[in-house]
């Protein structure tokens, strides 16, 4: 109790942000912190059956003494994921810079992309295993065929977008359609198109995790559903925890892209 | 070698200069056709500063596209030396664009060497070329800023900087300094004037501002409202190099009036 009372007497007036209460950061770890302390007591003071929640410690044991599964598990989803994200994000980026680039291209088909994007793809997954099964292939489509709509019409939105003045300027320099290309379009719709990748790659990750539970042999996803039906509790909610760091680890590594934008971009987002 | 070719592969024997023949643009919008330009022809001869002014919406700005290669007239060419202009010919024309054309992903430095970049000259001789361009426009600590760092006045120089870093015969400014307060303008003229008076650039700068026309150039070219024409060229007899107690004459009251009658005249007419 007396760190929690410190850090909140000790942090208003430090440094520029001294109008916060408490430093958001601050907050925010807090938060996950009690969060985190929740699902330990939770279960075990019996607020919840430990067949719905599976207490923290119990939780991670179940993860230890399983290991070989689960880092055969995750080796698989991680495949896939990889694969998939490779498919979504250059196909999507390549047909949103077309798509962008050429209006007539663009009044066919974004209209078209657009829908498609609204559908929930889910439903299509078992024509989809129908057609090539239930091994590794059908989840790095489905996972590529959910990533690749965001990543498309954010990258054609921000291809259409760019600055008309830039490319006026860069004509009167005589570049050519490729640089105009490489020089111009690209680095101006990068915000755009990174933002495009934020979203796409967490819709992939989410493809390649639910057509694992939906139905397959292998992965994190099928390791959830599988252990769910035998009542596994704490193996559901390690294989949930696993989905978490792969999510996270994903958008940190666009974080960092990201990052590279910053100093010409300040605090200027572009959101899908 | 083919770096400094490259970079002055202008003859600069050739004493003929920009001519605009005949030029009229009509442009359709979902409301008719938009006589835009009627029929304007005049020619600028080496080394002079001309200004074009007129009411909004004269075409001015278009003209300016126009002689740069950017934008085709209906009717009629622009000419350098007996060149047809029908394309962008950056080692010849240069366009130095209203408020900021720069890119925001690049600094200063990487902004006034993009054309050289584009032309495919060394990294080092165009870093050289930028940095001496910023240099003279006074911005020699700001090298390396991105261009939402630079204030307004600062972006124009960098934008000027880019516009001679080309070395173009002909330089075309279209309301270069029309974004910037009173003061940041003239001092901008200033550092404009001194610059050609250097290189002795052809430049056509297009501007609102009255004063700003008859204290920077030798001839203003004074059009009238849609469809734009040349109503009168104006010669700016002031004795150069200009400071701003010319401004102060009553000469330079006398020309400035005599452009505002012109315009006000076209407008009503």
Redesign the interface.
């Known amino acids: 109790m007396s760190t929690l009372a410190n850090s909140i007497q000790t942090n208003p007036f430090s440094g520029r942000r001294g109008h916060y209460l408490i430093e958001p950061r601050t907050l925010r770890l807090l938060l996950i912190g009690s969060l985190l302390l929740l699902w330990e007591i939770a279960p075990r003071l019996e607020w919840l059956p430990t067949v719905m929640l599976a207490p923290l410690s119990k939780t991670f044991m179940a993860g230890i003494s399983n290991f070989a599964i689960f880092t055969n598990a995750l080796t698989h989803t991680v495949i896939e994921l990889t694969l998939a994200l490779i498919i979504a994000l250059s196909l999507g980026g390549v047909l949103g810079l077309i798509l962008g680039g050429f209006k007539v291209l663009r009044v066919i088909f974004l209209p078209i992309f657009a829908s498609v994007y609204a559908i929930p793809l889910v439903i299509l997954y078992p024509v989809l295993t129908v057609w090539i099964g239930i091994g590794p292939e059908s989840k790095v489509i489905f996972g590529a065929m959910y990533g690749l709509f965001p990543m498309l019409l954010a990258t054609a939105a921000g291809i259409q977008t760019v600055?008309k003045?830039?490319l006026?300027?860069?004509?009167?320099?005589?570049?050519t359609r490729q640089?105009l290309m490489w020089?111009?379009l690209l680095?101006?719709a990068?915000p755009a198109v990174l933002s495009g990748m934020r979203v796409g790659s967490a819709m992939t990750a989410i493809g390649v995790v639910v057509a694992e539970m939906v139905a397959s042999t292998a992965g994190i996803g099928f390791l959830i559903t599988q252990n769910r039906t035998m009542f596994n509790t704490a193996e559901v909610y390690f294989g949930v925890f696993l989905v978490l760091i792969l999510a996270g680890t994903l958008d940190w590594f666009i974080h960092l892209l990201e990052k590279r934008?910053e100093?010409?971009?300040?605090r200027k987002q572009v959101s899908l | 070698m083919k770096q400094n070719t490259s970079l002055n592969a202008l003859p600069t024997t050739n004493s003929a200069s920009l001519t605009v023949e005949h030029i009229t643009q009509k442009f359709h919008t979902t409301s008719g056709e938009i006589h835009a330009i009627d029929d304007v022809s005049f020619s600028i001869a080496d080394g002079k500063f001309i200004g074009i002014v007129g009411p909004s919406g004269c075409g001015k700005s278009s003209l300016l596209?126009m002689m740069?290669?950017?934008l085709k007239p209906t009717i009629g060419r622009v000419l350098i030396g007996s060149i047809p202009v029908v394309a962008?010919?950056?080692?010849e024309?240069?366009?130095v664009?209203q408020?900021s054309?720069l890119?925001?992903?690049?600094t200063a430095r990487e902004n006034v060497e993009?054309?050289l970049?584009?032309?495919g000259v060394s990294q080092l001789e165009r870093e050289k070329v930028a940095i001496d361009m910023l240099t003279l426009v006074g911005l020699q600590d700001f090298i390396h800023r991105?261009?939402?760092e630079l204030s307004g006045g600062m972006k124009q120089r960098v934008s000027v900087a880019r516009g001679f870093c080309?070395d173009s015969r002909v330089l075309l400014m279209d309301e270069p300094f029309a974004a910037l307060d009173e003061q940041t303008r003239m001092t901008l003229g200033d550092e404009l004037l001194a610059l050609w008076e250097k290189n002795k650039k052809t430049v056509v700068f297009v501007t609102h501002s009255l004063t700003e026309a008859v204290y920077l150039c030798d001839e203003v070219l004074v059009m009238g409202p849609r469809p734009g024409r040349v109503l009168h060229r104006l010669v700016i007899d002031l004795p150069r190099p200009r400071s701003f107690k010319v401004m102060a004459t009553e000469r330079f009251g006398q020309l400035r009036n005599e452009i505002w009658d012109l315009i006000r005249i076209g407008a009503d007419s």
Not at chain 1, 168 to 175: I, N
Not at chain 2, 103 to 106: E, I, R, S, T, V
């Open positions: 600055d003045s830039y006026l300027a860069a004509r009167s320099m005589g570049a640089q020089q111009i680095p101006a990068l934008t100093r010409w971009q300040p | 596209l740069a290669g950017l962008p010919i950056p080692e024309i240069g366009v664009f408020e054309s890119l925001p992903w690049k993009f054309p970049k584009l032309r991105y261009p939402h080309q």
